[in-house]
């Protein structure tokens, strides 16, 4: 909520900057990102921009991609002031560093500004050049500027008074101290930083990663270190799939917020900035090559083809039909082949014919429930994916057959010689493709009724019933030996 100075004069114009200010995100990292994901090999050509100045690297940019206006996240409490002081008669500037293109963009879309400053080609209109502009079309003392910023001091330094947005407390004392007054504050109701950045983590997906521990399980009788060096794979393959997961989120901005749920991701949403997701990926990626070092460079080499993999479904893969569900299914297998990398065992190469259907059957679970929640809310396409919502028979299709064929491989294998050296009683087997028959139809028919959650792993981890499946089935393994 804001808090208002009721006694100082609003006659004079209010001038507002963009980045941070108006909108909680950077405009010219959310255009870099567009850019390389439209075609990484922009990444290079940014360093050659980049030497020609800012100005000119704003310009490249915003040459190359355009911003939808109606998708960016906005200070909406700064909005509704804005709008109020519109009503008022007040003048209202849009003025910010961001190139004159995307400025333009964003003033047509809020209807409330009345001129817009920007920069151009030549002019990287930040800090001192700002500040000289407002003084040029203002006056010295002749305009309120709204920021957010301590690089901003260079400019409120020649305003007659300030306005806030979500700025810390060292700035406001800064202002203070400079006898500049505060005629408004606002700030932007967000969990902290360091909580936000974990959940968008996802360490609830970490759970995929116990996949590393069936072979290892399957294959009984192993010493403690194959043990350990499984636990070190989980927690290399868990900080590899986060800085995934945020690269996903980074690229993904635009798509997320036409998303009813995702919309909520704090990279979407803006509560955390896009140059701490960027710091933060190397740094994990880092520490999970430390912890793959230690196991061996078989497991090492499999870990690149997973970020490899995960990178180019997060980047083009995923927006093509049948492609993208393919491609989860494969990187639920490589966890498993990496746990049997990592323990050093070999395992049955039925056990990978399972996985590869019956996580084809998850992706495909996943797309229908996400297809199911566009046609409640009336929508006809899936966003960036490639799929329709007149695709979801067919899908439903594809899943469930590929579901019942993976009961069908484990039935395969209960009665194969190889079944019959590893467990002394295989034929307790049976009560495990019993009850995953069970558990695959109730996930088909809780989707087709709308029940599932968008992420069938969240929908298994809440479900006491799959609780329940895994108790089963992890007794009649044990009976079976």
Known sequence: MPTENQAYPVSKPLCVDLDGTLTPTDTLWEGCLKLIRANPAYLVKMFYWLLLGKARFKQQVSDRISLDP??????????????????AGRELCLVTAANSRIAHAIADKLGVFDKVLASDEKINLSGRNKASRLVAEYGEQGFVYAANAGVDMAVWRHAAAAVLVNAPARLEAMLKKQGIEVE?????????????????????????????????????????VAWLDVMLAFAAFSLTASSIYIINDLFDLEADRKHPIKRQRPFASAVLPIPL???????????AAVLAWQINIQFCLLLVLYVILTTAYSISLKLHALVDVFTLAMLYTLRIIAGVFAANIVVSHWLLAFSIFFFLSFAFA?????????AEAGDLAAGSRGYKVRDLPIISLFGVTSSYLSIMVLIMYIHDQQANRMYSQPLWLWIVSIVLLYWVSRVWLKAYRGHMD????????????????????AISFWLAL
Do not use: C
Request: aromatic share 8%.
């Open 70 to 87: 109606e998708l960016l996240p906005y200070t909406e409490s700064l909005l509704a002031y804005l709008q109020t002081q519109k009503q």
């Open 277 to 287: 997701g960027l710091a933060v990926i190397p740094l994990l990626l880092i520490v």
């Open 454 to 473: 968008e992420d069938p792993v969240l929908f298994a981890l809440r479900d006491r019933i799959s609780y329940m499946v895994a108790v089963v089935v």
């Open 366 to 374: 996943k797309r229908y429930s996400e297809l199911h929640n566009l």
């Open 184 to 224: 408004a504050e606002f700030s932007i109701d967000s969990q902290g930083r360091l909580r936000s950045l974990l959940r968008n983590m996802r360490p609830h997906q970490w759970a995929k990663n116990s996949l590393l521990f069936v072979p290892i399980i399957l294959a009984p009788a192993q010493p403690l």
